[in-house]
């Protein structure tokens, strides 16, 4: 079982950036596609971001488009979030999940659904002050 491990969180103004990165580690075999998403207070977990475990494929939740960058270090077991130009609404725990369906290529897997990931990592606290 792979274990993943975010880090990067912090308190960051308005307009900020910010890098979490997830760290794989354990029975990877090799990288995995790989979501993040992110929990505010009293919301549900909603998605982020998704990269393939090529790097081919990415995706973004429309709020974070043009602001957000994915991307992966395979050589690292290391996947990436670039956040610029922060947002008050985008304070949240952010989480990164590692999904073996989606590695495996399951037709009826959706990145954007968080029951398709099997392996999740702790979550790191995003604040951003206005």
């Known amino acids: 079982q792979v274990q993943l491990v975010e880090s990067g969180g912090g308190l960051v103004q308005t307009g900020g950036s910010l890098r979490l990165s997830c760290a794989a580690s354990g029975r990877t075999f090799g990288s995995k596609a790989t979501g993040w998403f992110r929990q505010a207070p009293g919301k549900e977990r909603e998605f982020v971001a998704y990269i393939s475990r090529t790097g081919d494929s990415k995706d973004y939740t429309d709020s974070v488009k043009g602001r957000f960058t994915i991307s992966r270090d395979s050589a690292k077991n290391t996947v990436y979030l670039q956040m610029n130009n922060l947002k008050s609404e985008d304070t949240a725990v952010y989480y990164c999940?590692?999904?073996?369906?989606?590695?495996?290529?399951?037709?009826?897997?959706?990145?954007?659904?968080?029951?398709?990931?099997?392996?999740w990592g702790q979550g790191t606290q995003v604040t951003v002050s206005s």
């Open positions: 999940a590692a999904s073996d369906k989606l590695s495996y290529g399951w037709a009826s897997a959706q990145y954007t659904n968080d029951a398709d990931y099997n392996a």
